[in-house]
Every structure is written in C-alpha cells, then in structure tokens.
C-alpha cells in the first residue's frame, strides 16, 4: 500500500493540471487517442525523462509510442478476455480500492495504540465461569452472580489462586483457573486484554463478561519486553529406549560445558552430543524468540546472558539438560517494523473495528447518519428472549417497520437491518445483545462502504489513471512474456527488434508533435 500511495500523491500534480489545462492528444496508436495527462504522468516517473530537453523528450516519445504499441498487439491478440489477466487486474482494483476506502491515519493511529501496549507483557491469572454458546440476558444474570460472590470472597481475604485450584478441581463449579505466564496484545478477546492492561500489578478486577463468560483477573505482574534473542543450544537427553537417569545427563552436560570453556567449538560439539535433530546439524542454531516462545527455564537462561558469545553452564528442563550460547539480540522492534503484521492480525475478528472506526465515523457524518434509538431498543428488547440468529428472532422483526437509520438521504426500516443479520451472522459473540451491537456496525460499515464504492471512479479521476496503468502494464507484460522474454537470451535483442519494426507497419501511429514540442506552455 505504501507504493499506492506514493503513486496517489504524484498524481496530484497532473490532476491539477487537468483541471487548469486542456488535455489534448499527443498520440494514437492503433485508433485509441493518449491524452496528455497520462503522457505527463507516465513520463515523470522516469526520473531520467527531461521533457524539455529535445533529445530525451524525442526517445521517450520512441519508448512509449513502442510501449502502446505492444498493448495494441495485446488487445489484438485479446489477452484481456483471459482468465488470467482478469483475477490480476480484480485483485489490484481491490487493493487500490481499499487505500480509497480507509482511514490510514485512523489506522495508523489504532496500531500505534497496540504497538504501545506491545511494549509490556503481563502474568496473570483468571478464574472464568463459562456462559452458554448463546446466552440471553437472563442466561448471564445467574453465572454472574456465581463470578461476583467468589469475587466478594477474594476481596474479603481468600487467596485467588488457592481459590482458583479448589474451583478447577471441583465437577460442580463449571469454573476454570488459568495462570498464563506472559499475555501479549492482541491475543485475547478485545474486552479482557483492555481490563488487563488497564490493571496494576496485584490488582484484581471485577468480574468482566468475554464471549467465553465472566473472568476474575489478577494481575501479578508487568514485564517489559526484551525484545528477542538467538541462541544455539545443545540438549544432552537420554535416549527414547534408556531410562531417564538425571545425574548421568547432568555428568555428561557438564563435561561437554568443560570442553566449551576449553575452546572447543560450540558447533561441533552440538553436532555430536545434542539430541535435538532439528538443530544438531547446524550448529544447535535456534530461530529468534522471545519471551513466553519457550519452556521458561530455558528461556530465562536464554535471556540472563548478557554478551554475544556467552554460554551457559546445564539448564535442566523437561527435555533434559541445555547448554546456550548466546548468538544475537534484538531489542523491541520499531513501530514501522511490526506495523504489518499489526495491521494483519487486527483485521480480524473484533480488533476490526478499532482499525474501521475512523473511516466509519467520517463516512457516516459525510452521509448524515442518524440512529432512531427507539427503534433500535425495540431490537435489543427482542434480545431479552431470542438471540439474533434465531428464527424466533427473524420472524417477530420481518413485519417491523420503523425507520432504524437515516443515511444519504434514505431511510433504513429495522426489518432490513434483521435481514442482514440472517443473510450475514458475522458476529463471533455470545451474548445477545453484544452480538446485536457489533452486526449493527457491520452493517452501517458495509452500506457507507457500498455507497463510497459507487461514486469512487467519478470523484476520483486518479484512480481511473492508475487502473489505466496497470491494466496495460499487464499486457505488456503478457505479451512481451510470450513474444520476447521466453526466447533464448541471446536472441531477445533481435527478436525485440525485429518485433517493433512488425508493430510499426502493422498498427497505424500519429504523434502530436505540436503539443510535444510546445510541453512548456502546459507545465507552468
């Protein structure tokens, strides 16, 4: 997308231009006219194009008239209708398409709020009470209560995770305990991670309700993160068909520690001594991890050595005993670094709407939304005795009628908003009315989305460019491919040659030579 955008704010200049200047044909090749502004903008991408240089204006006219000319051959040989050419084309109009039809700075903006709370990793512990997979406000009232008079009792002096255990350990509580070690961002439900971060260290929360059910989270403690580190290691186990003798490992462990401490090479001795098969043959190399990657007593060995080259003495863990050589640190990564794979991961599920809201809110306010909450509660209300995607549902909103929202001027009757939910049940909550909520947002998103969409080519003339451009890029590319490229390579040259000398004579050319020449009067 980076690209994109680069390519959208060059355009800026000639679309002023446009506007400002008439647009005259400078060429047509095989009948289809070349206005100057995609000349214009074609040109000033190559940096070494000086139009007002009569020799380099003269071999980038050759270029392009050749250039239009293997797209001429293309759309002759009707590489367009292909299969092939069509998906392509489709998949960069979805993508140019999505730079139009977003925020990015809104979204920059949700990143960077998730890139922030990235920089510390918590231990915790929750006690959950499950709900049922669709759960009705009268369904979460008795867990609830059950989640609130352990909560009572921890605040009262019960220690949370004795309680916890005897909870897990009881058939009759359909309560679970979890102790997690290091939580990261983005890898919980949207409504625990936000009370977890927001937590300090010995805290523990009020019950909270997740689509699993209400949790009691207890805070231990905030970790900042190290970044990630490399090691090579050397795991000293007994063999499968051996019995498992501790003090046998830990001798031979230590005598191969000896021999690093001598100057014998790490390397080596991890390809006769380590039991691990997937590093042996290479030197015992890990790939880069951080912390909660692996079993924590290699990990805190792992991340106690402090310079390059250091090793450490046996670590046991439930593999057998390691020996760590460490190879390389990497502190916290930079924003621009894990921007990707924030943006990835939060495309999905509920993080969706952190990323959208920006977008949602100026399309919503560009088009006139208005919410007629009184319609709306009379949905919610249904929630009280039937989930959204129960028939039930579906057949008490089919004949309901009220306006439910105003937007572009049209008005939207609740029994539309029902329907969708029964055509589209995206939603990944549990709760009823929580579940309401977040379709009600998919389904403003997808109309103001729909009418962006509509308008997008009309307002946005750079936009018909850069499909323009593309999409001859494609042919040329396939043509040339064809007719050129899976030739031998000595004989390109000719075959290149020979093949624009073909195009010449074959496709009728006119070059406007006058407005070429005269480029100046059009730049200023």
Request: glycine letters at 4%.
């Amino acid at each position: 997308m980076r690209k994109i955008f680069v390519l959208i704010v060059g355009l800026n200049f000639y679309f002023a231009y446009a506007q400002q200047h008439e647009d005259p044909t400078v060429m047509t090749v095989a009948d289809v006219e070349v206005p100057l502004s995609e000349f214009l903008f074609l040109a000033q991408k190559d940096s070494e194009v000086n139009l007002l240089d009569k020799k380099s204006l003269e071999n980038y006219v050759e270029l392009f008239k050749n250039f239009k000319l293997k797209v001429a051959e293309a759309r002759a040989l009707r590489i367009q209708e292909s299969l092939r050419f069509q998906e392509e084309l489709a998949s960069y109009r979805a993508q140019l398409m999505s730079g139009y039809l977003s925020d990015k700075d809104g979204e920059e903006q949700a990143m960077r709020k998730v890139y922030e709370r990235a920089k510390e990793m918590l231990s915790l512990s929750h006690i959950l009470f499950l709900l049922p997979e669709k759960s009705l406000p009268k369904d979460t009232l008795e867990v609830f209560n059950k989640a609130n008079a352990i909560y009572k009792r921890i605040v009262a002096g019960e220690d949370f995770t004795t309680l916890g255990q005897a909870l897990e350990a009881d058939e009759n509580s359909e309560a679970f305990y979890e102790e997690i070690e290091y939580m990261y961002p983005l890898q919980a439900f949207k409504v625990f991670e936000d009370v977890a971060f927001s937590l300090s260290e010995g805290e523990i929360s009020a019950p909270i309700r997740t689509p699993l059910g209400f949790h009691i989270i207890h805070l231990k403690k905030r970790t900042i993160d190290p970044g990630n580190v490399q090691v090579a290691h050397i795991l000293i186990q007994a063999p499968e068909y051996a019995p498992k003798d501790d003090e046998t490992l830990l001798e031979i462990a230590n005598e191969v520690y000896a021999k690093i401490q001598e100057g014998e090479d790490f390397g080596e001795l991890a390809r006769f001594y380590s039991a691990d098969e997937n590093t042996r043959d290479i030197d015992g190399i890990l790939p880069y991890f951080g912390l909660g990657s692996m079993v924590l007593p290699f990990e805190q060995a792992a991340f106690s050595l402090e310079n390059i080259g250091d090793v450490s003495e046996p670590v046991q863990t439930r593999f057998g005993f390691h020996i760590i050589k460490l190879l390389d640190k990497k502190g916290y990564p930079s924003f621009f670094e894990m921007a990707q794979s924030l943006y990835l991961t939060m495309r999905q599920g509920e993080w969706n709407h952190e990323l959208s809201y920006s977008y949602d809110e100026r399309q919503k306010e560009k088009l006139g939304f208005t919410l007629n909450q009184e319609a709306y509660n009379e949905l919610l209300k249904l929630c009280d005795d039937y989930f959204p995607t129960d028939t039930a549902f579906y057949e008490r909103t089919s004949t309901m009628t009220k306006p439910l929202m105003y937007l572009n001027g049209s008005e939207h009757p609740q029994f539309e908003f029902a329907e969708y939910v029964r055509l589209k049940p995206m939603s990944r909550h549990t709760f009823s009315k929580d579940y309401l909520n977040e379709m009600f947002l998919f389904f403003v998103r997808e109309i103001v989305t729909a009418l962006e969409r509509i308008d997008l080519e009309e307002k946005n003339p750079e936009f018909r460019k850069l499909m323009n451009e593309y999409h001859d890029g494609i042919l040329l590319f396939e043509v040339s491919s064809d007719r050129v490229w899976s030739q031998p390579v000595e004989e390109q040259e000719r075959i290149e040659r020979e093949w624009i000398k073909q195009l010449n004579e074959t496709y009728k050319v006119e070059i406007n030579w006058n407005v070429l020449n005269n480029l100046k009067n059009y730049l200023n």
